[in-house]
């Protein structure tokens, strides 16, 4: 069993022997993205308690699959305010809207926030988000 970890200095992934062997759920998040969520006023409350059990629901390549009515059931709060939550957090871009699944919406977490997953694919995403500035406009 081995485990990935990002070399600050080249920002390489080294691979380290591990003998923990996880049996909860788990994804990987950034510390600069947990800076920027934590100093967004915008986020303070209810937006952030939305992401926070959003992420705790992520599956496997960052989607995210789950009923509105779930988070407020879940978190003791009303429908709209989870609604004005998710429209928020892709507004700000730190979820994106996927495709419809049923009567709802589908999820995925910015790869720059946190990821769940394979690493290659972790880069293969965030890839794909670079967009190319030709003389500076794009």
Excluded: C
């Excluded at 871009?93 to 720059?112: A, D």
């Amino acid at each position: 069993f081995r485990s990935e970890i990002l070399d600050q200095n080249s920002g390489t992934f080294m691979f380290v022997p591990s003998r923990i062997k996880l049996k909860e759920d788990w994804f990987m998040t950034f510390q600069d993205a947990l800076s920027v969520l934590a100093a967004d006023k915008d986020l303070w409350g209810r937006p952030r308690a939305v992401l926070d059990y959003m992420m705790a629901r992520l599956n496997f390549d960052n989607y995210i699959a789950l009923e509105q009515r779930e988070i407020a059931e879940k978190l003791s709060i009303h429908k709209p305010d989870v609604s004005s939550a998710i429209k928020m957090l892709v507004d700000k871009g730190i979820i994106e809207k996927g495709p419809r699944l049923g009567k709802s919406w589908s999820y995925k977490l910015n790869p720059f926030y946190g990821w769940k997953g394979r690493v290659k694919n972790l880069k293969e995403e965030r890839k794909k988000r670079f967009s190319i500035v030709d003389g500076g406009k794009e």
